[in-house]
C-alpha cells in the first residue's frame, strides 16, 4: 500500500474500500473481506446506514486499530453544532471505536459552518484525527478554507475519467487539500468496464480496464475508494501499485474527460431538495 500524508502530518492509504449502498448483512461480510485482502481504509458514513457492520468488523478481523483508517461522514440531517455532535458521538458508538480517524461533512447542505465547529471540537479533543468535507464545488471550498480554524484535510468528490475534477483539484492543492473520489467507476455508467481507451491501455499492461482507471487517478495525486462486494474483484482492485501508466496512457485517458457529473448538480435545486430531505 502506498500513503498520502493529509495537512496535518496524518498518514492516509491512497487506496481504500467504500461501502456505500451495502446493507448492514452485507457489509460486516465485505469489510473483513477487504480487510483479509490488503485494505486498511474503509469509508462509511451516517447515511448509509451501516456503521455498526463496520464496527463489528473492525472487532473481528484481527487487524490492530491503529493499523486501520476508518472513515465516516455527517448526514444533513445532523447539521448544525448540537446536533453534529451528538450525531458524531453515535457513529463513535456505532464503530465501537475510540476515535475516527477522518470525519467528512457529507453534503454542503444545512449549518454546515455549525457542522464542522463540532468536528474541529472533536478534532480538539482528539478523538477524530482529521476531518474534512466531500461535495463541496471550488466555491464552497474556498469559502470554509477561508473561515475555520482546521483547514479541512480532504474533498471527496466524484471523479472518474469522464468527470476528472481537473479545476476542481487546482483549488484543492492550493488550500492544501486532499482530492479523494468518490465513484472512480462512475457505478459502471457510459459503458465504463468496456471503455476502448481503458482497455486498450489495460492490455499493454496486462491489467483490467478498472485497474487503469483506478492506477489514472492514483498517478493524478487522487485518493480513491472502490467498491465491490466480490472478494475477487475487491483483489484486482487493489492490485495497482505494480505497473504505471506512461506519458501517452495518461494523455488518452485525460482525453475521455467530459467534465461533467454523470449523477446530479448540487447547484440544481431540485437535487438540493431531494437530498435534504434524504434521512
Excluded at 475519467?161 to 472512480?184: L, N
Aim: overall charge negative; aromatic content about 12%.
Amino acid at each position: 500500500m502506498e500513503y498520502v500524508t493529509l495537512n496535518n502530518g496524518i498518514k492516509m492509504p491512497k487506496l481504500g474500500y467504500g461501502v456505500y449502498q451495502l446493507s448492514n448483512e452485507e457489509c460486516e461480510r465485505c469489510v473483513l473481506d477487504a480487510i483479509s485482502v490488503g485494505y486498511r481504509s474503509i469509508d462509511t458514513a451516517q447515511s448509509y446506514g451501516n456503521e455498526e457492520a463496520v464496527g463489528n468488523a473492525i472487532n473481528k478481523c484481527g487487524v490492530p486499530r491503529e493499523e486501520l483508517f476508518i472513515t465516516t461522514k455527517v448526514w444533513i440531517t445532523n447539521g448544525g453544532y448540537e446536533k453534529a455532535k451528538e450525531s458524531l458521538e453515535e457513529s463513535l458508538r456505532k464503530l465501537q471505536t475510540e476515535y475516527i480517524d477522518l470525519c467528512l461533512i457529507h453534503q454542503p447542505f444545512n449549518d454546515y459552518y455549525g457542522t464542522y465547529r463540532a468536528m474541529e471540537e472533536a478534532y480538539k479533543e482528539g478523538w477524530i484525527r482529521a476531518i474534512g468535507v466531500s461535495n463541496f464545488y471550488p466555491d464552497r471550498l474556498v469559502d470554509l478554507c477561508s473561515f475555520v480554524e482546521v483547514k479541512p484535510a480532504i474533498n471527496q468528490v466524484e471523479t472518474h475519467i469522464f468527470q476528472q475534477q481537473t479545476a476542481a483539484h487546482e483549488y484543492m492543492e492550493k488550500y492544501g487539500v486532499q482530492h479523494e473520489s468518490w465513484g472512480p467507476f462512475a457505478e459502471g455508467r457510459k459503458d465504463f468496464f468496456t471503455n476502448p481507451v481503458l482497455n486498450e491501455i489495460g492490455k499493454k499492461h496486462d491489467k483490467s480496464a478498472a485497474q487503469v482507471a483506478l492506477r489514472f487517478l492514483l498517478q493524478s495525486d487522487v485518493v480513491v475508494i472502490p467498491k465491490s462486494t466480490h472478494k475477487e474483484r475487491m483483489e484486482e482492485n487493489i492490485n495497482v501499485f505494480d505497473f504505471a501508466l506512461d506519458a501517452s496512457d495518461m494523455n488518452a485517458i485525460r482525453a475521455l474527460d467530459e467534465k461533467e457529473s454523470l449523477f446530479f448538480s448540487h447547484y440544481d435545486p431540485a437535487i438540493a431538495e431531494m437530498m435534504i430531505k434524504l434521512h
